[in-house]
């Protein structure tokens, strides 16, 4: 199946909240990257972490990374209705020219 | 700064046509570019994938094929597309080195009626 499946496939919440997405992968990675999709646009990169790398922030955005267990988890604080957007989690699958993403988690931030 | 262009945005076509997209990226050497395909509401498909010029590599069998005939230069084509072909496409690059980020087109919608 394919590495990097996020959870949940949507969530819904309202303005000021925070946003938590989780993702799973399964062979061994030398780094997890975050991307971001509006609605009909191409991804954005948000944030990556190495392997040796346990948690990184970057403004609003917090990952942790476990790599005992093969996860990652994305925290948006004090979400805003333009944090409104698809999330996909993507690995490198230990290397070579591939990126592999996963289903993503899509976010809807009500106002 | 590295950019890239990807066109058209959209593009509606018979079926049985042909199909080309392309993909050009600026401010950078030797890229490695990809195409995917997006169904709706789902994750991206890997479909063609180049670390040259004339090098490619295909994911998925299909009605679809890609060329890369100048370094920046990525070419997705069809001789004639079917219904299943219809898609959000993106392009992407991604630069040599340690990490592995990718840099996106900002996508072609095609629909095949």
């Known amino acids: 199946s394919q590495q990097g499946e996020e959870d949940p496939q949507a969530l819904s919440i309202q303005e000021g909240e925070n946003a938590t997405m989780n993702c799973s992968y399964k062979t061994s990675i030398n780094n997890l990257q975050w991307y971001r999709q509006n609605s009909g646009r191409g991804l954005v990169h948000l944030i990556l972490i190495r392997s040796n790398e346990r948690e990184k922030h970057s403004g609003r955005l917090r990952v942790t990374l476990d790599t005992s267990k093969k996860s990652s988890s994305l925290l948006i604080t004090a979400s805003r209705a333009a944090d409104t957007a698809s999330y996909f989690c993507?690995?490198?699958?230990?290397?070579?020219?591939?990126?592999?993403f996963g289903a993503g988690t899509r976010l809807f931030v009500k106002a | 700064s590295q950019t890239i262009h990807q066109w058209p945005a959209t593009l509606v076509q018979p079926v049985g046509s042909p199909l080309s997209l392309e993909c050009t990226v600026e401010?950078?050497?030797?890229?490695?570019l990809y195409w995917y395909r997006q169904a709706a509401g789902r994750g991206l498909q890997l479909l063609f994938y180049s670390v040259g010029i004339g090098q490619i590599s295909s994911e998925v069998p299909q009605n679809l094929s890609a060329s890369r005939p100048q370094d920046r230069q990525f070419i997705l084509s069809s001789k004639k597309l079917l219904l299943s072909d219809s898609g959000f496409y993106l392009c992407?690059?991604?630069?040599?080195?340690?990490?592995?980020?990718?840099?996106f087109g900002a996508g072609t919608r095609l629909s095949v009626l």
């Open positions: 992407a690059w991604r630069s040599l080195g340690a990490k592995n980020i990718q840099y």
């Open positions: 993507a690995t490198d699958g230990g290397g070579g020219f591939k990126t592999i």
């Open positions: 401010g950078t050497s030797n890229p490695n």
